[in-house]
Protein backbone atom coordinates (compact mmCIF):
# COMPACT_ATOMS: atom_id res chain seq x y z
CA UNK A 1 0.00 0.00 0.00
CA UNK A 2 2.59 2.22 1.08
CA UNK A 3 4.26 1.52 -2.52
CA UNK A 4 1.11 2.18 -4.46
CA UNK A 5 0.62 5.36 -2.32
CA UNK A 6 4.22 6.88 -3.32
CA UNK A 7 3.58 5.49 -7.22
CA UNK A 8 0.47 7.92 -6.93
CA UNK A 9 2.34 10.71 -5.40
CA UNK A 10 5.18 10.81 -7.95
CA UNK A 11 2.79 10.51 -10.79
CA UNK A 12 0.98 13.40 -9.66
CA UNK A 13 4.54 15.68 -9.13
CA UNK A 14 5.09 14.44 -12.69
CA UNK A 15 1.77 15.24 -14.21
CA UNK A 16 0.82 18.48 -12.13
CA UNK A 17 3.85 20.62 -11.60
CA UNK A 18 1.98 22.64 -8.88
CA UNK A 19 1.99 18.71 -7.03
CA UNK A 20 5.04 19.15 -4.63
CA UNK A 21 3.76 23.17 -3.58
CA UNK A 22 0.33 22.35 -3.25
CA UNK A 23 0.74 18.81 -1.13
CA UNK A 24 2.81 21.04 1.41
CA UNK A 25 0.58 23.97 1.81
CA UNK A 26 -2.01 21.26 2.40
CA UNK A 27 -0.55 18.19 4.45
CA UNK A 28 -2.80 19.88 7.33
CA UNK A 29 -6.03 19.56 5.43
CA UNK A 30 -8.90 17.15 6.05
CA UNK A 31 -9.81 14.70 3.49
CA UNK A 32 -13.32 15.91 2.25
CA UNK A 33 -11.34 19.80 2.25
CA UNK A 34 -8.34 18.48 0.13
CA UNK A 35 -10.34 16.60 -2.40
CA UNK A 36 -12.58 19.62 -3.09
CA UNK A 37 -9.10 22.05 -3.01
CA UNK A 38 -8.04 19.56 -6.06
CA UNK A 39 -11.60 19.21 -8.13
CA UNK A 40 -11.56 23.39 -7.72
CA UNK A 41 -8.28 23.67 -9.11
CA UNK A 42 -8.66 21.13 -11.90
CA UNK A 43 -11.84 22.91 -12.51
CA UNK A 44 -9.57 26.31 -12.91
CA UNK A 45 -6.77 24.67 -15.12
CA UNK A 46 -8.06 21.86 -16.56
CA UNK A 47 -6.49 18.56 -16.51
CA UNK A 48 -4.54 18.43 -19.30
CA UNK A 49 -6.44 15.68 -21.28
CA UNK A 50 -6.87 13.29 -18.83
CA UNK A 51 -10.33 11.51 -18.64
CA UNK A 52 -12.35 12.00 -15.63
CA UNK A 53 -12.65 8.13 -15.08
CA UNK A 54 -9.01 7.54 -14.60
CA UNK A 55 -7.80 11.28 -13.03
CA UNK A 56 -10.71 10.55 -10.25
CA UNK A 57 -9.51 7.69 -8.11
CA UNK A 58 -6.09 9.00 -8.59
CA UNK A 59 -7.33 11.86 -7.20
CA UNK A 60 -8.81 10.27 -4.35
CA UNK A 61 -5.26 8.35 -3.54
CA UNK A 62 -3.26 11.38 -3.97
CA UNK A 63 -5.29 13.24 -1.66
CA UNK A 64 -5.60 10.19 0.85
CA UNK A 65 -1.57 10.37 0.65
CA UNK A 66 -0.92 13.16 1.13
CA UNK A 67 -3.09 13.06 4.10
CA UNK A 68 -0.72 10.12 5.65
CA UNK A 69 1.97 12.20 4.62
CA UNK A 70 0.92 14.97 7.39
CA UNK A 71 0.41 12.47 10.01
CA UNK A 72 3.34 10.23 10.17
CA UNK A 73 2.27 8.15 13.32
CA UNK A 74 -0.86 6.86 11.51
CA UNK A 75 -4.12 7.77 10.31
CA UNK A 76 -6.16 10.30 12.11
CA UNK A 77 -9.16 11.66 12.19
CA UNK A 78 -8.50 14.68 11.47
CA UNK A 79 -8.20 13.46 8.34
CA UNK A 80 -12.30 12.72 8.71
CA UNK A 81 -13.02 16.04 9.91
CA UNK A 82 -12.65 15.21 13.64
CA UNK A 83 -11.43 18.20 15.99
CA UNK A 84 -10.72 15.84 18.86
CA UNK A 85 -10.83 19.05 21.18
CA UNK A 86 -12.56 17.02 23.86
CA UNK A 87 -15.49 19.13 23.54
CA UNK A 88 -17.15 18.79 20.05
CA UNK A 89 -19.09 16.14 18.93
CA UNK A 90 -16.59 13.60 16.28
CA UNK A 91 -19.22 10.32 15.83
CA UNK A 92 -18.93 10.61 12.39
CA UNK A 93 -15.67 10.99 11.72
CA UNK A 94 -14.67 8.58 14.25
CA UNK A 95 -16.79 6.38 12.77
CA UNK A 96 -15.56 6.32 9.64
CA UNK A 97 -11.94 6.29 10.72
CA UNK A 98 -12.41 2.78 12.33
CA UNK A 99 -14.36 1.80 9.36
CA UNK A 100 -11.35 2.90 7.54
CA UNK A 101 -8.90 0.08 8.96
CA UNK A 102 -7.32 -2.34 6.97
CA UNK A 103 -4.77 -5.11 7.36
CA UNK A 104 -1.63 -3.44 8.10
CA UNK A 105 -3.17 0.01 9.54
CA UNK A 106 -1.50 2.70 11.70
CA UNK A 107 -4.23 4.54 13.20
CA UNK A 108 -3.30 7.47 15.40
CA UNK A 109 -5.50 9.64 17.94
CA UNK A 110 -4.06 13.07 18.34
CA UNK A 111 -3.27 14.43 22.01
CA UNK A 112 -3.56 16.30 24.15
CA UNK A 113 -7.21 16.34 24.04
CA UNK A 114 -9.73 13.25 23.41
CA UNK A 115 -11.75 12.79 20.76
CA UNK A 116 -15.31 12.96 21.97
CA UNK A 117 -18.07 9.96 20.26
CA UNK A 118 -21.56 9.80 21.39
CA UNK A 119 -22.71 5.96 19.47
CA UNK A 120 -20.18 2.94 19.37
CA UNK A 121 -17.61 2.24 17.56
CA UNK A 122 -17.16 -0.45 16.03
CA UNK A 123 -13.39 -1.77 13.62
CA UNK A 124 -13.46 -3.71 11.50
CA UNK A 125 -12.16 -7.78 11.49
CA UNK A 126 -8.38 -6.77 10.13
CA UNK A 127 -5.45 -8.36 11.09
CA UNK A 128 -1.96 -6.21 12.24
CA UNK A 129 -3.76 -3.39 13.13
CA UNK A 130 -2.17 -0.25 15.55
CA UNK A 131 -3.86 1.79 17.22
CA UNK A 132 -1.18 4.92 19.11
CA UNK A 133 -2.12 8.37 20.68
CA UNK A 134 -0.15 11.17 21.40
CA UNK A 135 0.51 10.12 24.53
CA UNK A 136 -1.06 11.02 28.17
CA UNK A 137 -4.59 12.28 27.78
CA UNK A 138 -4.84 11.49 24.53
CA UNK A 139 -8.09 8.99 23.31
CA UNK A 140 -11.58 8.78 22.99
CA UNK A 141 -14.58 10.42 25.23
CA UNK A 142 -17.78 9.11 25.32
CA UNK A 143 -20.47 11.85 25.90
CA UNK A 144 -23.51 10.31 24.61
CA UNK A 145 -27.26 9.61 26.13
CA UNK A 146 -27.51 5.77 25.96
CA UNK A 147 -26.25 4.06 29.05
CA UNK A 148 -26.25 0.42 28.30
CA UNK A 149 -23.61 0.50 24.93
CA UNK A 150 -20.47 -1.15 24.77
CA UNK A 151 -18.68 1.96 23.62
CA UNK A 152 -15.57 0.39 21.39
CA UNK A 153 -15.20 -3.28 19.76
CA UNK A 154 -12.46 -4.97 18.19
CA UNK A 155 -13.47 -7.98 17.12
CA UNK A 156 -16.16 -9.93 16.95
CA UNK A 157 -17.38 -13.57 18.28
CA UNK A 158 -16.39 -16.60 15.88
CA UNK A 159 -15.51 -19.34 18.89
CA UNK A 160 -11.63 -18.97 17.74
CA UNK A 161 -9.92 -15.80 16.66
CA UNK A 162 -11.43 -13.20 14.97
CA UNK A 163 -8.38 -11.22 14.53
CA UNK A 164 -4.74 -11.37 14.86
CA UNK A 165 -1.44 -8.92 15.81
CA UNK A 166 -3.16 -6.01 17.19
CA UNK A 167 -1.55 -3.39 19.16
CA UNK A 168 -2.81 -0.75 21.78
CA UNK A 169 -0.50 1.80 22.87
CA UNK A 170 -1.12 4.81 25.69
CA UNK A 171 -4.61 4.26 24.57
CA UNK A 172 -7.36 6.44 27.10
CA UNK A 173 -10.85 5.17 26.48
CA UNK A 174 -13.13 7.14 28.73
CA UNK A 175 -16.88 8.36 29.29
CA UNK A 176 -18.55 11.45 30.71
CA UNK A 177 -21.94 9.35 30.78
CA UNK A 178 -22.81 7.31 34.01
CA UNK A 179 -23.37 3.95 32.08
CA UNK A 180 -26.11 1.50 33.58
CA UNK A 181 -24.65 -1.55 31.09
CA UNK A 182 -22.17 -2.37 28.46
CA UNK A 183 -18.69 -2.10 28.79
CA UNK A 184 -16.09 0.66 27.49
CA UNK A 185 -13.56 -1.73 25.67
CA UNK A 186 -14.60 -5.23 24.40
CA UNK A 187 -12.17 -7.48 22.46
CA UNK A 188 -13.74 -10.44 20.83
CA UNK A 189 -11.23 -13.28 20.13
CA UNK A 190 -8.92 -11.26 19.47
CA UNK A 191 -5.67 -13.39 19.30
CA UNK A 192 -1.87 -12.84 20.16
CA UNK A 193 -1.75 -9.07 21.09
CA UNK A 194 -0.74 -6.58 22.91
CA UNK A 195 -2.24 -3.66 25.02
CA UNK A 196 0.12 -1.36 26.33
CA UNK A 197 -0.45 1.65 28.54
CA UNK A 198 -4.26 1.08 28.25
CA UNK A 199 -6.67 3.07 30.76
CA UNK A 200 -10.05 2.01 30.59
CA UNK A 201 -12.12 4.20 33.49
CA UNK A 202 -8.68 4.14 35.42
CA UNK A 203 -5.56 6.60 35.60
CA UNK A 204 -4.86 9.92 37.38
CA UNK A 205 -8.29 11.49 35.47
CA UNK A 206 -10.16 7.92 35.49
CA UNK A 207 -13.58 7.67 37.21
CA UNK A 208 -16.46 5.08 37.89
CA UNK A 209 -18.77 5.91 34.91
CA UNK A 210 -18.24 2.95 33.02
CA UNK A 211 -20.63 0.17 34.10
CA UNK A 212 -17.64 -2.65 33.00
CA UNK A 213 -14.02 -1.35 32.30
CA UNK A 214 -11.82 -4.01 30.14
CA UNK A 215 -13.81 -6.72 29.21
CA UNK A 216 -12.05 -10.16 27.15
CA UNK A 217 -14.52 -12.57 25.74
CA UNK A 218 -12.47 -15.37 24.07
CA UNK A 219 -9.22 -14.71 22.10
CA UNK A 220 -5.47 -15.93 23.19
CA UNK A 221 -1.87 -15.28 23.74
CA UNK A 222 -2.74 -11.80 24.70
CA UNK A 223 0.08 -9.45 26.63
CA UNK A 224 -1.62 -6.59 28.63
CA UNK A 225 1.07 -3.98 30.88
CA UNK A 226 0.61 -0.40 32.25
CA UNK A 227 -3.11 -0.71 32.76
CA UNK A 228 -5.68 1.38 34.63
CA UNK A 229 -9.04 -0.04 34.58
CA UNK A 230 -12.09 1.42 36.56
CA UNK A 231 -15.78 1.08 36.83
CA UNK A 232 -19.17 1.32 38.60
CA UNK A 233 -18.47 1.25 42.09
CA UNK A 234 -21.93 -0.13 43.29
CA UNK A 235 -22.68 -2.28 40.25
CA UNK A 236 -19.82 -2.47 37.94
CA UNK A 237 -16.72 -4.36 37.14
CA UNK A 238 -13.44 -3.42 36.36
CA UNK A 239 -12.03 -6.28 34.23
CA UNK A 240 -14.17 -9.22 33.11
CA UNK A 241 -12.35 -12.16 31.56
CA UNK A 242 -14.42 -14.97 29.74
CA UNK A 243 -14.00 -17.61 27.28
CA UNK A 244 -16.63 -18.48 24.00
CA UNK A 245 -19.07 -20.88 25.21
CA UNK A 246 -17.27 -23.58 23.32
CA UNK A 247 -13.71 -22.09 23.01
CA UNK A 248 -11.93 -21.57 26.39
CA UNK A 249 -9.70 -17.88 26.34
CA UNK A 250 -5.79 -19.12 26.97
CA UNK A 251 -2.67 -17.46 27.79
CA UNK A 252 -3.67 -13.68 29.28
CA UNK A 253 -1.03 -12.50 30.93
CA UNK A 254 -1.20 -9.31 32.65
CA UNK A 255 1.55 -6.80 34.86
CA UNK A 256 1.86 -3.32 35.94
CA UNK A 257 -1.33 -1.89 36.27
CA UNK A 258 -4.18 -1.41 38.53
CA UNK A 259 -7.46 -2.79 38.97
CA UNK A 260 -10.08 -1.00 41.46
CA UNK A 261 -12.75 1.15 42.70
CA UNK A 262 -15.55 -0.86 41.29
CA UNK A 263 -18.00 -3.45 42.88
CA UNK A 264 -15.37 -6.05 41.18
CA UNK A 265 -12.28 -5.39 40.14
CA UNK A 266 -11.01 -8.46 38.35
CA UNK A 267 -13.66 -10.83 37.49
CA UNK A 268 -12.18 -14.12 36.28
CA UNK A 269 -15.62 -15.17 35.28
CA UNK A 270 -15.61 -18.88 32.99
CA UNK A 271 -13.98 -20.66 30.74
CA UNK A 272 -10.39 -19.02 31.30
CA UNK A 273 -7.01 -21.49 31.57
CA UNK A 274 -3.61 -19.97 31.75
CA UNK A 275 -4.26 -16.40 32.92
CA UNK A 276 -1.48 -14.61 34.68
CA UNK A 277 -1.53 -11.32 36.83
CA UNK A 278 1.88 -9.97 38.15
CA UNK A 279 3.37 -6.86 39.62
CA UNK A 280 -0.30 -5.41 39.97
CA UNK A 281 -2.75 -3.80 42.19
CA UNK A 282 -6.08 -5.15 42.60
CA UNK A 283 -7.86 -2.97 45.40
CA UNK A 284 -10.44 -0.76 46.44
CA UNK A 285 -13.26 -2.83 44.98
CA UNK A 286 -16.35 -4.66 47.21
CA UNK A 287 -14.67 -7.90 45.97
CA UNK A 288 -11.03 -7.26 44.72
CA UNK A 289 -11.24 -10.60 42.63
CA UNK A 290 -13.48 -13.04 41.71
CA UNK A 291 -13.02 -16.25 40.25
CA UNK A 292 -16.61 -17.55 39.06
CA UNK A 293 -19.09 -18.94 36.17
CA UNK A 294 -20.98 -15.68 36.15
CA UNK A 295 -20.40 -14.78 32.22
CA UNK A 296 -19.92 -18.62 31.42
CA UNK A 297 -21.02 -22.32 32.95
CA UNK A 298 -17.83 -23.67 32.21
CA UNK A 299 -15.17 -24.04 34.95
CA UNK A 300 -11.81 -22.09 34.77
CA UNK A 301 -9.03 -24.26 34.90
CA UNK A 302 -5.52 -22.04 35.37
CA UNK A 303 -5.18 -18.78 37.35
CA UNK A 304 -1.93 -18.00 38.36
CA UNK A 305 -1.35 -14.67 40.66
CA UNK A 306 2.34 -14.27 40.20
CA UNK A 307 5.17 -12.23 41.75
CA UNK A 308 4.42 -8.37 42.94
CA UNK A 309 0.64 -8.91 42.89
CA UNK A 310 -1.08 -7.31 45.84
CA UNK A 311 -4.67 -7.67 46.44
CA UNK A 312 -5.29 -5.32 49.21
CA UNK A 313 -8.08 -2.90 50.86
CA UNK A 314 -11.67 -3.40 49.79
CA UNK A 315 -14.46 -0.91 49.78
CA UNK A 316 -17.89 -1.88 50.76
CA UNK A 317 -19.70 -5.58 51.24
CA UNK A 318 -18.95 -8.02 51.07
CA UNK A 319 -15.55 -7.08 51.65
CA UNK A 320 -13.66 -10.01 50.01
CA UNK A 321 -10.02 -10.13 48.64
CA UNK A 322 -10.10 -12.88 46.43
CA UNK A 323 -13.37 -15.47 45.82
CA UNK A 324 -13.59 -18.69 44.18
CA UNK A 325 -17.13 -18.98 43.54
CA UNK A 326 -16.26 -20.75 40.32
CA UNK A 327 -17.19 -24.97 41.39
CA UNK A 328 -14.19 -25.77 39.70
CA UNK A 329 -13.03 -29.25 38.11
CA UNK A 330 -10.62 -31.95 38.78
CA UNK A 331 -8.35 -29.89 36.43
CA UNK A 332 -8.60 -26.35 37.93
CA UNK A 333 -5.83 -24.94 39.68
CA UNK A 334 -5.53 -21.71 41.33
CA UNK A 335 -1.02 -21.16 42.17
CA UNK A 336 -0.17 -17.49 44.15
CA UNK A 337 3.10 -16.74 44.35
CA UNK A 338 4.65 -14.06 47.06
CA UNK A 339 0.97 -11.99 47.39
CA UNK A 340 0.22 -9.39 49.55
CA UNK A 341 -3.10 -10.11 50.84
CA UNK A 342 -4.04 -7.50 52.83
CA UNK A 343 -6.97 -5.40 55.02
CA UNK A 344 -10.19 -7.57 53.58
CA UNK A 345 -13.20 -5.70 55.41
CA UNK A 346 -15.33 -8.03 55.39
CA UNK A 347 -15.62 -12.11 55.30
CA UNK A 348 -12.12 -12.73 54.65
CA UNK A 349 -8.90 -11.57 52.58
CA UNK A 350 -9.34 -15.23 50.56
CA UNK A 351 -12.50 -17.10 50.53
CA UNK A 352 -13.09 -20.13 49.21
CA UNK A 353 -17.07 -20.87 48.58
CA UNK A 354 -18.95 -23.82 49.86
CA UNK A 355 -18.39 -26.83 47.23
CA UNK A 356 -15.91 -25.67 45.15
CA UNK A 357 -13.49 -27.98 43.43
CA UNK A 358 -10.56 -26.02 43.08
CA UNK A 359 -6.77 -27.07 43.78
CA UNK A 360 -4.90 -24.39 45.45
CA UNK A 361 -1.12 -23.57 46.23
CA UNK A 362 -0.26 -20.49 48.07
CA UNK A 363 3.89 -19.96 47.99
CA UNK A 364 5.09 -16.93 50.68
CA UNK A 365 3.25 -13.93 51.06
CA UNK A 366 1.39 -13.08 53.40
CA UNK A 367 -2.33 -12.85 54.73
CA UNK A 368 -2.31 -9.49 57.08
CA UNK A 369 -4.49 -7.05 58.95
CA UNK A 370 -7.97 -8.56 57.77
CA UNK A 371 -11.08 -7.97 59.22
CA UNK A 372 -12.80 -11.32 59.14
CA UNK A 373 -10.60 -14.52 58.50
CA UNK A 374 -6.91 -14.55 56.79
CA UNK A 375 -7.83 -17.77 54.27
CA UNK A 376 -11.79 -18.86 55.13
CA UNK A 377 -12.44 -22.24 53.14
CA UNK A 378 -16.45 -23.19 52.98
CA UNK A 379 -15.76 -26.12 51.17
CA UNK A 380 -14.55 -29.99 51.40
CA UNK A 381 -13.94 -30.59 48.15
CA UNK A 382 -10.90 -29.18 47.66
CA UNK A 383 -6.99 -29.72 48.00
CA UNK A 384 -5.29 -26.70 49.65
CA UNK A 385 -1.35 -26.36 49.98
CA UNK A 386 0.57 -23.07 51.65
CA UNK A 387 4.40 -23.08 52.21
CA UNK A 388 6.05 -20.14 53.42
CA UNK A 389 2.84 -17.67 54.25
CA UNK A 390 2.44 -15.55 57.32
CA UNK A 391 -1.15 -14.81 58.44
CA UNK A 392 -1.09 -11.95 60.72
CA UNK A 393 -3.12 -9.36 62.69
CA UNK A 394 -6.35 -10.76 61.20
CA UNK A 395 -8.68 -9.78 63.27
CA UNK A 396 -10.50 -13.44 62.70
CA UNK A 397 -8.95 -16.91 62.70
CA UNK A 398 -5.37 -16.88 60.30
CA UNK A 399 -6.25 -20.37 58.45
CA UNK A 400 -10.51 -21.29 59.27
CA UNK A 401 -11.26 -24.05 57.59
CA UNK A 402 -14.55 -24.50 58.48
CA UNK A 403 -15.20 -28.02 56.53
CA UNK A 404 -13.35 -31.12 56.35
CA UNK A 405 -11.38 -30.37 52.83
CA UNK A 406 -9.87 -32.98 50.82
CA UNK A 407 -5.96 -31.80 51.96
CA UNK A 408 -4.86 -29.24 53.89
CA UNK A 409 -1.14 -29.29 53.97
CA UNK A 410 1.18 -26.68 55.58
CA UNK A 411 4.26 -25.81 55.70
CA UNK A 412 6.99 -23.31 56.88
CA UNK A 413 3.95 -21.29 58.01
CA UNK A 414 4.07 -18.87 60.23
CA UNK A 415 0.97 -17.55 62.88
CA UNK A 416 1.20 -14.27 64.51
CA UNK A 417 -1.36 -12.15 65.82
CA UNK A 418 -4.39 -13.62 65.01
CA UNK A 419 -7.32 -12.27 67.26
CA UNK A 420 -9.91 -15.26 67.12
CA UNK A 421 -7.05 -17.86 66.54
CA UNK A 422 -4.57 -18.99 64.75
CA UNK A 423 -5.77 -22.18 62.66
CA UNK A 424 -9.66 -24.02 63.18
CA UNK A 425 -10.63 -26.73 61.54
CA UNK A 426 -13.17 -29.69 61.53
CA UNK A 427 -12.41 -33.14 60.21
CA UNK A 428 -13.92 -36.85 60.32
CA UNK A 429 -11.12 -38.60 58.09
CA UNK A 430 -8.18 -40.00 59.65
CA UNK A 431 -4.62 -38.70 58.58
CA UNK A 432 -2.09 -41.37 57.74
CA UNK A 433 0.96 -41.03 55.38
CA UNK A 434 0.71 -45.23 54.63
CA UNK A 435 -2.87 -45.11 53.58
CA UNK A 436 -2.24 -42.09 51.16
CA UNK A 437 -5.15 -40.25 53.31
CA UNK A 438 -4.08 -35.98 53.65
CA UNK A 439 -6.12 -34.52 55.78
CA UNK A 440 -5.20 -31.59 57.87
CA UNK A 441 -1.26 -31.73 58.33
CA UNK A 442 0.92 -29.70 59.71
CA UNK A 443 5.18 -29.13 58.86
CA UNK A 444 7.11 -26.87 60.77
CA UNK A 445 4.39 -24.08 61.39
CA UNK A 446 5.73 -21.13 64.19
CA UNK A 447 3.27 -19.63 66.56
CA UNK A 448 5.48 -16.45 66.67
CA UNK A 449 2.98 -14.41 68.46
CA UNK A 450 1.18 -14.43 72.51
CA UNK A 451 -1.81 -15.14 70.19
CA UNK A 452 -4.75 -17.87 69.91
CA UNK A 453 -2.59 -20.86 69.43
CA UNK A 454 -4.38 -24.31 66.96
CA UNK A 455 -7.76 -25.84 67.41
CA UNK A 456 -8.55 -28.84 65.31
CA UNK A 457 -12.33 -30.22 65.92
CA UNK A 458 -12.99 -33.67 65.06
CA UNK A 459 -16.76 -34.75 65.14
CA UNK A 460 -16.31 -38.46 66.06
CA UNK A 461 -18.21 -39.68 63.03
CA UNK A 462 -15.24 -41.20 61.26
CA UNK A 463 -15.31 -45.09 60.40
CA UNK A 464 -12.30 -45.28 62.98
CA UNK A 465 -12.31 -42.35 65.28
CA UNK A 466 -9.71 -43.92 67.66
CA UNK A 467 -7.41 -43.79 64.40
CA UNK A 468 -7.87 -40.71 63.75
CA UNK A 469 -3.96 -38.96 63.88
CA UNK A 470 -2.42 -35.87 63.44
CA UNK A 471 0.93 -36.01 61.83
CA UNK A 472 4.12 -34.01 61.96
CA UNK A 473 2.61 -31.46 64.69
CA UNK A 474 5.00 -28.78 65.78
CA UNK A 475 5.02 -26.87 69.02
CA UNK A 476 4.17 -24.06 69.85
CA UNK A 477 7.23 -21.25 71.58
CA UNK A 478 6.37 -23.53 74.65
CA UNK A 479 6.78 -26.80 73.28
CA UNK A 480 3.42 -27.36 73.97
CA UNK A 481 1.05 -29.16 71.27
CA UNK A 482 -2.48 -28.07 71.51
CA UNK A 483 -5.37 -29.86 69.87
CA UNK A 484 -9.46 -29.99 70.64
CA UNK A 485 -12.15 -33.21 70.58
CA UNK A 486 -15.59 -32.27 70.54
CA UNK A 487 -15.92 -35.18 72.71
CA UNK A 488 -17.14 -34.41 76.44
CA UNK A 489 -14.66 -37.76 77.34
CA UNK A 490 -11.27 -36.87 78.54
CA UNK A 491 -10.43 -40.24 78.32
CA UNK A 492 -11.82 -40.35 74.38
CA UNK A 493 -10.47 -37.51 73.86
CA UNK A 494 -6.61 -39.19 74.90
CA UNK A 495 -7.65 -41.66 72.32
CA UNK A 496 -9.07 -40.02 69.34
CA UNK A 497 -5.54 -38.88 68.63
CA UNK A 498 -1.81 -39.27 68.91
CA UNK A 499 0.72 -37.43 68.07
CA UNK A 500 3.78 -38.84 66.08
CA UNK A 501 6.77 -37.04 64.80
CA UNK A 502 10.31 -38.55 64.84
CA UNK A 503 12.75 -37.59 67.39
CA UNK A 504 10.88 -35.29 69.04
CA UNK A 505 8.71 -35.37 72.53
CA UNK A 506 6.84 -32.17 73.23
CA UNK A 507 6.77 -31.06 76.80
CA UNK A 508 2.74 -31.12 76.86
CA UNK A 509 0.28 -32.71 74.62
CA UNK A 510 -2.81 -30.77 75.18
CA UNK A 511 -6.41 -31.94 74.56
CA UNK A 512 -9.33 -30.08 75.07
CA UNK A 513 -12.66 -30.83 74.56
CA UNK A 514 -16.51 -29.73 74.79
CA UNK A 515 -17.91 -26.71 73.95
CA UNK A 516 -16.08 -24.96 76.68
CA UNK A 517 -12.48 -25.62 75.02
CA UNK A 518 -9.90 -22.43 75.34
CA UNK A 519 -10.43 -19.69 72.86
CA UNK A 520 -7.22 -18.47 73.79
CA UNK A 521 -3.51 -20.53 74.42
CA UNK A 522 -0.72 -18.26 75.31
CA UNK A 523 2.64 -19.25 75.05
CA UNK A 524 4.85 -18.67 78.36
CA UNK A 525 5.27 -20.82 81.56
CA UNK A 526 1.69 -21.65 83.76
CA UNK A 527 0.84 -19.23 86.51
CA UNK A 528 1.89 -20.52 89.91
CA UNK A 529 -1.29 -21.82 91.40
CA UNK A 530 -2.30 -21.21 95.28
CA UNK A 531 -5.53 -21.00 97.75
CA UNK A 532 -6.97 -23.63 100.07
CA UNK A 533 -8.04 -26.02 97.05
CA UNK A 534 -5.15 -28.73 96.10
CA UNK A 535 -3.88 -28.46 92.33
CA UNK A 536 -1.47 -31.08 91.07
CA UNK A 537 -0.74 -31.03 87.36
CA UNK A 538 -0.70 -27.57 85.44
CA UNK A 539 -0.60 -27.54 82.00
CA UNK A 540 -0.70 -24.70 78.83
CA UNK A 541 0.72 -20.85 78.89
CA UNK A 542 0.39 -17.77 80.93
CA UNK A 543 -3.09 -16.57 80.36
CA UNK A 544 -4.63 -20.17 78.85
CA UNK A 545 -4.01 -23.78 80.14
CA UNK A 546 -5.84 -26.63 82.53
CA UNK A 547 -5.11 -27.76 86.46
CA UNK A 548 -6.07 -30.55 87.93
CA UNK A 549 -7.51 -31.50 91.58
CA UNK A 550 -5.21 -32.55 93.98
CA UNK A 551 -8.44 -33.34 96.20
CA UNK A 552 -12.30 -32.91 96.73
CA UNK A 553 -13.00 -28.86 97.18
CA UNK A 554 -16.26 -27.47 98.47
CA UNK A 555 -16.03 -23.99 98.54
CA UNK A 556 -12.98 -23.53 98.27
CA UNK A 557 -10.38 -21.32 95.89
CA UNK A 558 -7.72 -21.25 93.36
CA UNK A 559 -5.64 -18.37 92.85
CA UNK A 560 -3.64 -17.86 89.89
CA UNK A 561 0.01 -15.92 89.89
CA UNK A 562 0.72 -15.11 86.21
CA UNK A 563 4.35 -13.84 85.65
CA UNK A 564 3.12 -11.48 82.88
CA UNK A 565 0.70 -9.17 84.42
CA UNK A 566 -1.81 -6.73 83.71
CA UNK A 567 -2.06 -3.65 84.75
CA UNK A 568 -5.58 -3.57 84.59
CA UNK A 569 -6.08 -6.81 85.87
CA UNK A 570 -7.47 -10.15 84.05
CA UNK A 571 -11.29 -11.17 83.20
CA UNK A 572 -10.89 -15.27 83.50
CA UNK A 573 -13.39 -18.22 82.32
CA UNK A 574 -12.97 -21.56 84.35
CA UNK A 575 -14.76 -24.68 83.35
CA UNK A 576 -14.98 -28.24 85.23
CA UNK A 577 -14.24 -31.16 82.10
CA UNK A 578 -14.70 -33.79 84.34
CA UNK A 579 -17.45 -32.86 86.76
CA UNK A 580 -19.27 -29.64 84.08
CA UNK A 581 -21.86 -29.34 87.22
CA UNK A 582 -19.27 -28.29 89.73
CA UNK A 583 -18.66 -25.03 89.06
CA UNK A 584 -15.71 -22.44 89.52
CA UNK A 585 -16.43 -18.64 89.20
CA UNK A 586 -13.81 -15.78 89.25
CA UNK A 587 -14.19 -14.14 92.28
CA UNK A 588 -11.10 -11.16 92.65
CA UNK A 589 -8.24 -9.85 90.30
CA UNK A 590 -4.93 -7.75 90.71
CA UNK A 591 -2.96 -6.86 87.68
CA UNK A 592 -1.17 -10.10 89.26
CA UNK A 593 -3.29 -12.71 90.08
CA UNK A 594 -7.12 -13.92 89.81
CA UNK A 595 -9.18 -15.75 92.57
CA UNK A 596 -12.00 -18.30 91.66
CA UNK A 597 -14.52 -19.37 94.46
CA UNK A 598 -16.52 -23.20 93.77
CA UNK A 599 -16.14 -27.13 94.23
CA UNK A 600 -13.90 -29.59 92.35
CA UNK A 601 -14.13 -33.73 93.12
CA UNK A 602 -10.89 -35.71 93.03
CA UNK A 603 -8.38 -35.50 89.81
CA UNK A 604 -11.09 -33.14 88.32
CA UNK A 605 -9.56 -31.59 85.13
CA UNK A 606 -10.42 -27.44 84.53
CA UNK A 607 -9.16 -25.52 81.82
CA UNK A 608 -8.92 -21.91 82.15
CA UNK A 609 -8.68 -19.18 79.87
CA UNK A 610 -7.81 -15.28 80.72
CA UNK A 611 -7.61 -11.61 79.14
CA UNK A 612 -5.48 -9.44 80.37
CA UNK A 613 -6.00 -5.42 80.09
Not at 341 to 356: E, H, I, K, R, S
Request: charge should be negative.
Amino acid sequence: MKLFSRVIIAAWFAIFPFGNAFAQSSGAQTLPNLITEINTYINSNGTGGISGAVLNPVLQAIANSIIKIGAPNGVSPVAFGALCDGVTDDTTAIQAWAASVTLGSTMYLPGPNKCVFKSAIVFPAANNVTIQTGGHGAGLLYAGAGTSLTAVTIGATVNGCSVYNWTLRDLSVMSSTVMTGGAGLKLFDVCQSVLSNVEVGGGLNGNNNWFNGLVFVGGNTINMNGYALQANSTSGTAEIVQGDAAVQITDLAQTDGTIGHSLIGLNIAGNVGGFHIANSDVLFSSTNIRISQDKVAVANLQVFLDSGTVVDITSGAPGVGLEIADPGSNNSVLMATNVWWATAQGTACFLMDAAVQWYVVVNGGLIYNCLGDGFKTLTAASNVQMVGTYFGNNTGYGINATLDPVSLNLWNISFGANIGGNFNTTWIHPISYTTGQTRPIMHDVQITSQQPNIRMVADGTGANPANQKIWDWLEDTSGNLNMRAVSDDYTAANNWATVQRSGFVPTVIQFYEGAYVPSIVLNGNPPTAGGTCSINTQTGGNYAGTFKSGGACAAGTVTLNFAIGAAHGFVCDFHDQTTPADLMNQTASTGASVTATGTMALNDIVAWKCLGN
